[in-house]
């Protein structure tokens, strides 16, 4: 062979992060000039470099170059041993490649990201968060949680509490906080905690055939590794099992009043009102409506006496009755000379001089329907009969349609009420004392139409269409 190379250190030992050289010794044992190109294979090509990487050798000279390993801080670099092969390749003989190998150690670290989403939440009685970590060191560790909490008012729960990763790999691990008791009343209260993760990394030992114990390689990257929490990196001593406890990660709950601060004065604002009702309108409410029925009775009373008072009975001894007789010459019964029988509405008995007739009050009713074009004006009527007196005491309106305008509505000379169609689709009102309306007046309903509405049918109307219904009592006018 005309090539030879050899390695100075065949087995090396590297911090990530760090580096470490050795060299490497080409010789040439041909007998022309060679020219050699020299390249790392293997795992271990990507961080490593060879100076000088091309070299132009005599027969019989050598030339030493010099190899360097940088691995980086990650944990895409695994810890422990990768192998390494140095190809040198010459130029005018390249069946004479050599490829010398060796071994690159690299030792472990430790380092933990801790993160807690979200840092603040609120509750009644607790509450639920999610605790990421990752294993961002170069060797596989054993990761348990733990939570601690001042006055220990919390409890916290963790699922899983433990966990093994690998390097580069994360985890989610569910946190449940739970404080002690409700509160009921008064302010909410914050509880702060903290979350811890920890890993345990124990060193390899091996018993050697004396017995004695040795530490592996594992023991001696942890002189040169590092454990980090959520920003600084904690550092393990070699030799001996260590717990890695990175930074501590804060956390609050936010524990709520199950019954908070304006519930509690609208309770008593509520409460005030009640008995406001109860003291003082109630009592006058009442008052109120004995005494409307109260004049209400008297009226009707007062009305009654007046209709009875105003019928003339009849009898012999007034010819002008309903059902009088007049006296003959003869002093004989007879019928009156200008009446036979005759039937009244009034309330008393006889409507005329010696006729005979039936008179009261009765509830009565009437409907004026009032339909308008879009855009017009128009009016529904109802004239009190002659010789009657109609006393309203019920008035309902129906927008079945929901139309847009106006609707005036008035007693004879008297308006009542003016309102807007789209405010209301029925729409009643009720009055203890009746509205007299005397003979011959009119009720009046009177509609400007601005928009026809829209019936249940879902096909817009063409016109307005207002019903309005009247009720009381009609009655004879008083003699």
Request: charged share 20%; net charge negative; proline share 8%.
């Amino acid at each position: 062979m005309t090539t030879s190379a050899e390695l100075e250190i065949p087995a090396v030992t590297v911090s990530p992060g760090g580096t470490a050289t050795t060299t490497l010794t080409v010789r040439n044992d041909g007998d022309i000039v060679e020219a050699y190109t020299l390249e790392v294979v293997g795992d271990c090509a990507a961080w490593s470099t060879v100076e000088p990487a091309r070299v132009s050798l005599y027969p019989g000279t050598s030339e030493t170059v010099t190899l360097t390993f940088a691995p980086p801080r990650s944990h895409e670099v695994r810890a422990g041993e990768t192998p390494l092969a140095v190809r040198v390749l010459p130029a005018e003989h390249p069946e004479s490649v050599v490829v010398p190998e060796g071994t690159v150690t690299v030792e472990p670290f430790h380092e933990l990201r801790t993160e807690l989403e979200p840092r603040r939440r609120r509750g009644w009685l607790g509450a639920r968060f999610r605790t990421a970590v990752q294993n961002r060191g170069n060797t596989p560790v054993d990761v348990s949680l733990t939570g601690k909490q001042a006055g220990e008012e919390l409890r916290l729960g963790f699922t899983p509490a433990q966990r093994r990763l690998e390097p580069g790999e994360s985890a989610e691990v569910r946190l449940k906080v739970r404080a002690g008791k409700l509160i009921w009343f008064g302010e909410p209260v914050t509880w702060p905690f903290e979350v811890e993760a920890a890993e345990t990394v124990r060193a390899a030992a091996t018993a050697d055939a004396g017995g004695t114990e040795t530490g592996g390689t594992e023991a001696r990257g942890a002189a040169g590794g590092t454990g980090a929490g959520v920003e600084a990196p904690v550092r393990l001593e070699a030799d001996r099992p260590e717990s890695v406890r990175p930074e501590p990660v804060p956390g609050e709950f936010l524990q709520l009043p199950v019954l908070p601060k304006w519930l509690l004065i609208l309770l008593a604002a509520l409460l005030a009102l009640l008995l406001a009702w109860f003291a003082l309108v109630r009592p006058a409410v009442e008052s109120t409506a004995k005494q409307a029925v109260t004049e209400a009775a008297e009226e009707e009373a007062a009305r009654g006496e007046q209709q009875q008072g105003s019928a003339t009975p009849g009898g012999p001894d007034n010819p002008a009755g309903g059902q009088g007789q007049g006296t003959g010459p003869d002093g004989s019964t007879a019928p009156g000379a200008t009446g036979g029988t005759g039937t009244g509405t009034g309330t008393g008995m006889g409507a005329g001089p010696g006729g005979t007739g039936a008179g009261g009050t009765q509830q009565s009713s009437a409907t004026i329907d009032v339909e308008t074009d879009a855009g017009d004006d128009n009016a529904g009527t109802y004239k009190v009969p002659a010789g009657k007196v109609f006393g309203i005491t019920d008035l309902v309106v129906a927008n079945f349609q929901g139309d847009e305008g106006v609707l005036t509505i008035s007693f004879g000379e008297r308006k009542i009420t003016t309102i807007a169609l789209e405010t209301f689709r029925n729409q009643d009102y009720h009055w203890v004392t009746p509205i007299q309306i005397p003979e011959n007046a009119t009720v009046t309903a009177a509609v400007t139409c601005a928009k026809p509405g829209t019936p249940a049918t879902g096909t817009q109307a063409s016109g307005c269409h207002q019903v309005i219904n009247v009720s009381g009592v009609l009655s004879d006018l008083a003699p």
